[in-house]
């Protein structure tokens, strides 16, 4: 009997796994045939039969075993070149973005696999731990399975390692990377050649070779050109030529004044110049950049260009560039032509002599680019590299020098004035070591110096100008004074707040379109390659970590600008159905206020999770914010959640704003700060007011200024019975209309009020276009009033009351005046003897001693 219930235990035990493993049993009946176990031949073998084996995910193994290999064989493949060419800071840069997508698909193979290890994890739990030593064995059916996951898990486990190995691997390999490129900077910059060796006796001989190699390339070329690409390159440049033209004319007629100085403003303002400055600066360069980069590549479309001649003509684009860039940067911020416009004030003989100076550099550090292009292209000599590389330092040097020299500023006395010291001795001490560096041998260093000089000096001068006339348009009430502010606010009737606003958004605009534009090619005078800013750009655009918080910056501006147009449309979809649906249909006001307010609300929720979701914020971290603040409610922050509610509504809804006039019980004065907790009320006796936002919120609040500040005032009057009460009606209306600060419609009116106890109430009501102005105007109105009632003779009656005193027992009138007389005269006498006696001296009692 007892073996018998000890089966039934058994196969109810085994049952109650089954039905646990059905996952694992679903997986077995999808299995190969093959790896199927045979069926048990008997029911009562069903217990000591071998169970089926539950079957690792091989396919994804053996997949991402695969993709690895693959991989693996890609990094060897990179390494051997890396290995073989080491000079190469470009092809460093794509053997880098190479490895960095590596990098990556290492990282993709790791995370196939959290999906599978988190349902092994998830089983073995509920397996729970194999039972020790001691203890009644498990099923066979439990610990087969156990040891299927567990092997599984061993095989995943494998992989991954292998992965995170390789992974290392290309760490390790993008760190030398980084370090083979500093050195090969560095090196460029302190090796040092042997100018004696260079200027032998056959310079002269080899210079003239190379100039007719140069020569017959050009000829050549133009030979071919003529005969077979003629029509394509007139397409090509007429095309390139039409975008140049397209730019800086639609430029010119969207920005107007902003790109010619006016030599009829005798005084134009900072901000004037600044923008005129950067932006006629900016927009031709961007037109010619445009035109020579249309130029080239159309060539390069139409099969134009050869090899050579295709870095040939680069260079020559390279050099007209660089010397339009610094020549309009020079007479933008010196403007010889037109003194009153310029950035420095310096003398109109200076500023020619300055931009002279300026465009020969330029053009000198440009034609040194172009033969350095020159000898790449022809294979040409180590010499004439060194001589037109140490020619071109020491005049960049020398010009340097003379720009130091240069006396633009007039002293008081008439006289001229050299640049201020700090300027001056830097100017001599960058030409000195370019000069100095150039004569020792460290040609290449002093090529970067004199490159660096022009170009980065040429960009960095452009940009502070443009960040300069950014921060002058933020400025409060300069953007209202310039044209398109001017412009705006006819418009599209904007007050001083709303321009204001436009400027810092102008502002803001102007900070980012210098940054973009100017920035890369900063990077790029610097040794960065443009593979270095399309990394960056991918480590933006994908994210990076900072501890555990995956921050992406273009996932979180994408998730702003999905929000901005979410509140745009909200706005939208409010005025519409305020104005279109509920306006015709005739809705209550009170009804059509609080469905536009509802719409507005969801509407901004809406953005908001949907801003959220695409900034890549995971929605689960915000609820266990709520779980947090609930928690925070259940423990006694009822008042603080309460009053950051009733801020944010008030932030949201703003029935007031910082600067109105509001009346909240007791206390009157003006909004200064509204935050989520409390609001500061200055009063009109200058005390601060902290009021809590609950309170705001659950009470009535009177606001004088909350649509505009129209507001209206009654100043009462008494005049005393039997004035003319039409004349006073007359005189306190042309006192009223009279006042200039009083509105003329709504009119002022005069209200006769009561006949009161002893006078006629009158009271004067008038509108204001500004309430603040509510005491002045009634103090002119009362010293008016009291003047015109001076002179009509109207009186102002004051209280009258008259005092009767009343005796308990009224005296009786004397009948006999003499005789009261004398009894008066008598009593008077009676008083004087009684005063005249002396007074009685008192004894003094024994001692009782």
Known sequence: MSEALRDLAAICLLAALAAGAAPVAHAQENAPASTAQPAPSAAPAAREAEPPAVTPSSSLVAEQREKIEALAKQVDGIEAKMDADTVDDVGLVEIRSQLEAIDKALLSNGVAFRPRLGEINSRITQLGPPPVEGQPPEPELVSNERRALTNEKAEINVVLGKAEDFSIRVNGLLNKISSLRRDLFTSMLTKRYQI??????????????????????????????????????????????????????????????????????????????????????????????????????????????????????????????????????????????????????????????????????????????????????????????????????????????????????????????????AIRYLLYVIGGITIVSALLGYVSLAQFVSKQVVVTGALLATAYIGFLSARAVAEEGTFAQTAVGRWLARRYNLDETSLDQLGLGASILIYVLVIIVFLPFILFQWGFQPGDLAGWLSKLATGFQVGTFSFAPFAIITGLIVFVVGYFITRWFQGWLDGSVMARGKVDAGVRNSIRTVVGYAGIALAALIGISAAGINLSSLALVAGGLSLGIGFGLQNVVSNFVSGLILLAERPFKAGDWVVAGAVSGTVKKISVRATEIETFQRQTVILPNSDLINAAVGNWTHRNKLGRVEIPIHVAYGSDAKRVHEILLEIARGHPLVLKNPEPFVWFSAFAESSLNFEVRLFLADINNGLSVQNDIRFAILEAFRKEGIEIPYPRRELNLKSAVPPSWPLDDEKAEAEHHERLRARAEAAAQPAPKRRRKPDPA
């Open 196 to 421: 004696s060796e260079a200027f032998n006796g056959e310079v002269g001989t080899t210079v003239r070779s190379e100039w007719g190699r140069l020569y017959y390339a050009f000829s050549s070329w133009m030979r071919f050109v003529v005969q077979f690409k003629f029509r394509a390159v007139l397409l090509a440049t007429f095309f390139a030529l039409l975008a140049a033209a397209a730019l800086q004319f639609g430029g010119r007629r969207i920005f107007g004044r902003l790109l010619t100085p006016d030599p009829g403003i005798e005084e134009p303002s900072y901000l004037s110049r600044l923008s005129v400055s950067f932006w006629s600066t900016l927009l031709p360069t961007l037109a010619m950049g445009v035109f020579l980069a249309g130029t080239l590549g159309l060539y390069t479309y139409f099969n134009v260009l050869r090899g050579d001649i295709g870095l040939l003509i680069n260079g020559i684009f390279t050099i007209v560039f660089v010397a339009f860039f610094i020549n309009r940067l020079s007479n933008a911020a010196l403007a010889p032509k037109t003194p009153n416009w310029r950035l420095i004030p310096i003398q109109t003989r200076a500023a020619r002599l300055l931009v002279w100076l300026l465009t020969a550099t330029a053009a000198v550090v440009g034609l040194d680019s172009f033969m350095g292009v020159v000898s790449e292209t022809l294979g040409s000599p180590l010499s004439i590299t060194i001589v037109k590389s140490l020619l071109a330092s020491l005049t960049v040097g020398i010009l340097l020098l003379l720009i130091g020299l240069v006396r633009p500023l007039a002293g008081e006395d008439g006289r001229h004035r050299p640049w201020p010291a």
